[in-house]
Nanobody, 116 residues
């Protein structure tokens, strides 16, 4: 069993930056990716960025060039560096651990609000 704990959310002005962290506790060798999803009020949860165990990275088109996902394997932690934030980035951000043929793990979510 793996638990995911997000941190780093908050209120930031447009154009500002935030860094989210997701620390994973426990081991599960079926995990093949770690990533970030977000869900804004009234909208479906969507992929923001994902990094596979092989190092392949995907970004949604809406965050390319502004967000950077990275990982520290020694700390079992995944980061999401967010720059040039826009009001439309406001959402609850969830950490995700994808697994082969199994239901993924999810964190509890952290709120990011971009507003002046």
């Amino acid at each position: 069993q793996v638990q995911l704990m997000e941190s780093g959310g908050g209120l930031v002005q447009p154009g500002g930056s935030l860094r989210l962290s997701c620390a994973a506790s426990g081991n599960d060798f079926s995990i093949n990716s770690m990533g970030w999803y977000r869900q804004a009020p009234g909208k479906q949860r969507e992929l923001v960025a994902r990094i596979t165990t092989g190092g392949i990275i995907d970004y949604s088109d809406s965050v390319k060039g502004r967000f950077t996902i990275s990982r520290d394997n020694a700390k079992n932690t995944v980061y999401l560096q967010m720059k040039s934030l826009k009001p439309e980035d406001t959402a609850v951000y969830y950490c995700n651990a994808g697994r082969l043929f199994r239901v993924p793990y999810w964190g509890q979510g952290t709120q990011v609000t971009v507003s002046s």
